[in-house]
Nanobody, 125 residues
Framework: QLQASGGGLVQSGGSLRLSCTAS????????MGWFHQAPGKERDLLAA????????YYADYVKGRFTISRDNAKNTVYLQMNSLKPEDTAVYYC????????????????????WGQGTQVTVSS
């Protein structure tokens, strides 16, 4: 089970930090990721992190602005979002893939088998 928090309303250029806390069989998690989905658009991966070795992946349009990190002791993954733009407005979802579902890829939504409830991020211009 994943519980996401930290969304809200922020002005353009501002920052927000999202948190996602996992419960249950957390030791089986391979990757955790943050996706966003704007109305009428697909759910896209923003960033992902390997729970064991800390390897990170970023979509090109968030590189240099967003940072994903983990605290395994708290079973929590964070997404620090800086220099936010109005086009970042969306519902943000955290996701996790467990070792029995992991295919070797972590980019697409269908490659994750656990999802948080989503948190709204709105960036005003």
């Amino acid at each position: 089970q994943l519980q996401a928090s930290g969304g809200g309303l922020v002005q353009s250029g501002g920052s927000l930090r999202l948190s996602c806390t996992a419960s249950g069989r957390t030791s089986s998690i391979v990757f955790m990721g943050w996706f966003h989905q704007a109305p009428g658009k697909e759910r896209d991966l923003l960033a992902a992190i390997n729970r064991s070795d800390g390897f990170t992946y970023y979509a090109d349009y968030v590189k240099g602005r967003f940072t994903i990190s983990r605290d395994n002791a708290k079973n929590t993954v964070y997404l620090q979002m800086n220099s936010l733009k109005p086009e970042d407005t969306a519902v943000y979802y955290c996701a996790a893939v467990s070792d029995d579902y992991y295919s070797g890829s972590y980019v697409h939504p269908y490659e994750y088998n656990h999802w948080g409830q989503g948190t709204q991020v709105t960036v005003s211009s």
